[in-house]
């Protein structure tokens, strides 16, 4: 029983200290859109890429997208 308490202690003062108090401002928002801030930094080249994979596997892999392997739409 104590192990347990102990647990679930340490659980929520760790989510506590997770949780911030501070808003990000307007004046901030520009930092976090940074363009390097994205996880793909370049969409057209994405595209190319997934274009690229779904080409040579002969399937769409989720991406919504349909066609053949042969490489023609």
């Known amino acids: 029983m104590k192990l347990w308490l102990l647990v679930v ?8 200290g997770c949780a911030s108090l501070e808003l ?3 004046w901030e ?3 976090l859109a940074d363009p390097i801030m994205q996880l ?3 969409p057209s080249e994405a595209a190319f ?7 040579r596997e002969g399937s769409a892999g989720g991406y919504g ?3 053949g392997g042969c490489g023609c739409n």
Request: no cysteine.
């Open 9 to 16: 202690a340490l659980l929520s003062l760790f989510l506590a």
């Open 24 to 26: 990000v401002q307007p």
């Open 29 to 31: 928002r520009e930092t």
């Open 40 to 42: 793909e930094p370049d």
């Open 49 to 55: 890429d997934e274009h690229i994979l779904s080409t």
């Open 65 to 67: 997208v349909a066609g």
